[in-house]
């Protein structure tokens, strides 16, 4: 690892930017027009990690801004994970990125978890497609199965009262395959947490950024020739944490 080496989401590096509504927001379906910044190098090499992800149109956009360059691209992933994003997902098959190129080396053995419950619960679903649905947790590590939502939610929300949680925020998280899904569990966790009739923002409570906002120099909503301040920039995928709640002030931002 390099610190001094840009990184980049794949869109940025292609200078795509989201056209997103986060309550009707379709991971399968992203509209993603140009953006005014183009990141794409003249020459070095690209490591493109999680390409089993990369559908068919992201991976013509990439062999397009190579053609003509010195550049290479080192594409990494894992076929048996995560599929390209495609709104027609029952026809996706392995990511191009994977399959297309001519010259590659493929690794035989699985040992990414430290702990050996998740390890061997990770390689089965690997190979069947299925979980094995046998429980192998032991001193809270490993494998845990629900045969409720309510069950599962009762754990969650425990866990989230808990101290250990208090002192690392980071320690509980809920994944779901759908936005769909992370707005039903967030809901019924805050319910949970809060009440029916909380405030939208408490103290201590755990946010993520689903875009990048800086705050403008200026009162007005225009926002043409407006500098950027430099000043709270809020970023998508990091979390936040709400230390105050004040009295509510209208800003402007640029998305």
């Known amino acids: 690892k390099n610190p001094s080496e840009p990184l980049l989401t794949l869109h940025q590096l292609l200078g795509l930017k989201p056209e997103v509504n986060l309550e009707e927001f379709d991971a399968k379906d992203v509209k993603f027009a140009s953006g005014e910044i183009d990141a794409f190098p003249s020459a070095g090499t690209i490591i493109i990690d999680e390409s089993s992800m990369i559908n ?54 699985v040992e990414r978890a430290k702990n050996p419950e998740l390890l061997g619960e990770s ?44 002192k690392n925020p980071l320690l509980v998280r809920i994944v779901a395959a759908t ?18 009739d909380a405030p939208a923002f408490v103290e201590g409570k755990l946010l993520m950024g689903y875009g990048r906002f800086t705050k403008l120099k200026g009162k007005t909503g225009n926002r043409t020739g407006e500098k950027n301040t430099g000043l709270s920039t809020s970023a998508n995928g990091v979390d936040y944490i709400v230390t105050k709640v004040g009295k509510e002030t209208t800003d402007y931002w640029a998305g």
């Open 56 to 109: 068919s149109q992201l991976y013509e956009a990439i062999l397009e801004k190579l053609n003509g360059t010195p550049v290479k691209v080192l594409f990494l992933g894992d076929a048996a994970q995560l599929q390209p994003v495609d709104k027609n997902a029952k026809n996706v098959k392995d990511s191009p990125a994977l399959t297309e190129p001519k010259h590659k080396a493929e690794l035989s053995k």
């Open 123 to 166: 390689v089965a679903v690997r190979e069947s497609g299925k979980f094995t649905n046998q429980q192998n947790h032991n001193d809270n590590n490993g494998i845990q199965f629900f045969n409720s939502q309510d069950s599962f939610l009762n754990k969650a929300v425990e866990a989230f009262k808990s101290k250990a949680f208090k």
């Open 179 to 196: 936005n769909a899904r992370v707005l039903n569990w967030n809901r019924a966790v805050r319910l949970a947490l809060y009440g029916k």
